[in-house]
């Protein structure tokens, strides 16, 4: 994961593979090649805590619809 601060568009963090898409998100879904699931949900569970205190977006790389919207350059956040 990547967390930044961005000057207009505030606080970003950058999902990795913690999730690949956003349904395993609200369905509490771990992929089955996950190697340790049970620290995949302690993670999760301490990302989930870090957004809330940082009031970051999340974004999910993975996810096609999300990731279709993004800006892709010579477009850029800033």
């Given at each position: 994961m ?5 000057a ?6 950058l999902?990795g593979?913690?999730y690949h898409?956003?349904?395993?998100r609200t ?9 340790d699931?049970?620290?995949t ?6 990302i989930?805590a870090?957004?809330k205190?940082?009031?970051?977006q ?8 999300a ?8 477009a850029f956040?800033?």
């Amino acid at each position: 994961m990547l967390f930044v601060k961005l000057a207009k568009t505030g606080p970003v963090l950058l999902s990795g593979d913690l999730y690949h898409y956003p349904e395993e998100r609200t369905l509490d879904r771990v992929p089955t090649f996950d190697v340790d699931p049970a620290q995949t949900r302690r993670t999760r569970t301490a990302i989930e805590a870090f957004l809330k205190k940082s009031r970051a977006q999340l974004w999910i790389q993975h996810g096609f619809t999300a990731n279709a919207a993004l800006r892709k350059g010579p477009a850029f956040y800033d």
